[in-house]
């Protein structure tokens, strides 16, 4: 399998981090949908990432829906959400609420990199930065994650992660050491794992 695209994308690096816990092998082929753009256009029109091409040639899109097929083929046990039951509703959305935390970082990116400076528009800025730590406060008031106990990571572990990850990495003065405690936890425990150390951001 080949997954496209740069680990400095949280969808890009949820989909690897998990493969990697998963076990799946995979080539990685780093594009970015920014400087890469008409060798990205080749291989996906809608120059999104990520993207998997299967060993068949089949091409998934969105991460979430990548996810889903890689957790069909996982081997027993290796499932990140479960296939059923109350569990599945759960971690679900947890992870929903991990994925508006990290879009909302990245359309502040968009919106304040991506364009000239005087088309940047502050009331929107600012509306994407009050839901980006809305979901943060989200995520830091769930329950302690059984990682911390040596328990299994699970899929809202890693996108949680990941969107904290990302997020401090193109805004670091919006997350000072403290301000979301016990996802930093969470945060110390994972990215030291092989999977995320693996996966570097940058
Ligand atoms: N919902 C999508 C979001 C993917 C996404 O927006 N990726 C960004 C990279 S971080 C991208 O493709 N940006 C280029 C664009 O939106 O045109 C997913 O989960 O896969």
Redesign the pocket.
Known sequence: MKLI?LF?????RRVAVSMRLQGFAFEHVALS??RHQDQMRKINPL????MLVLDSGEKL????F?LDYLDGEAAAGKRLIPAEGAARTQIQQHCAIA?IAA?KA?QIV?DTKQRPVELSYAPWVARCTEQMHQAFAMLDAQPVSQVLSGGPINQADITSVVALGFARHVHPAQFPIGRYPRLEQLSSCCEALPAFLETPLE
Do not use: Q
């Open positions: 695209g400095d994308s949280p969808y890009v949908v920014f120059v999104k990432a990520p899109i969105e991460s979430s990548i994925l879009e990245v968009y």
